[in-house]
């Protein structure tokens, strides 16, 4: 892989991880803070490498690894969020069947009492 596609993965990851960590904490240079902090790196070289700054250098082989780090943690959490989702999802769905199956139950119930007496 070449540097500046090393480069281009690393900035999408890290923008991802402070939009992340943006819509966690409610503040965009907190989110730069707090990400640049977790990979040994400061707010201003985050800021900088995701928005393609001249000025920022391109980030050593340890940042490259914190990045990949951070953003494989990220990626599990977020698998692990959108599992529990659908299990809740499944168990709700399955109150609603039941709910469905017994309110279907009492119907054919009620209609087959009516046909009864009539």
């Given at each position: 892989m070449s540097t500046a596609a090393?480069?281009?993965?690393?900035?999408?990851?890290?923008?991802e991880l402070v939009a992340r960590e943006e819509h966690r904490?409610?503040?965009?240079?907190?989110?730069?803070?707090?990400?640049a902090k977790r990979i040994g790196s400061?707010?201003?070289?985050?800021?900088?490498?995701?928005?393609?700054?001249?000025?920022?250098k391109e980030p050593r082989l340890t940042l490259f690894q914190n990045i990949?780090?951070?953003?494989?943690?990220?990626c599990?959490?977020?698998e692990q969020e959108n599992r529990d989702d659908e299990r809740r999802l499944r168990l709700i769905?399955?109150?609603?069947d039941a709910f469905?199956?017994?309110?279907?139950?009492?119907a054919m119930g009620q209609d087959q009492a009516g046909m009864g007496e009539g």
């Open positions: 090393l480069n281009s993965l690393a900035r999408s990851a890290l923008s904490v409610g503040s965009r240079m907190l989110a730069y803070s707090n990400i400061s707010s201003s070289w985050v800021r900088k490498f995701i928005v393609n700054s001249n000025e920022a990949r780090v951070h953003y494989d943690n990220l599990s959490r977020v769905k399955g109150e609603f469905d199956q017994s309110v279907t139950s009492q």
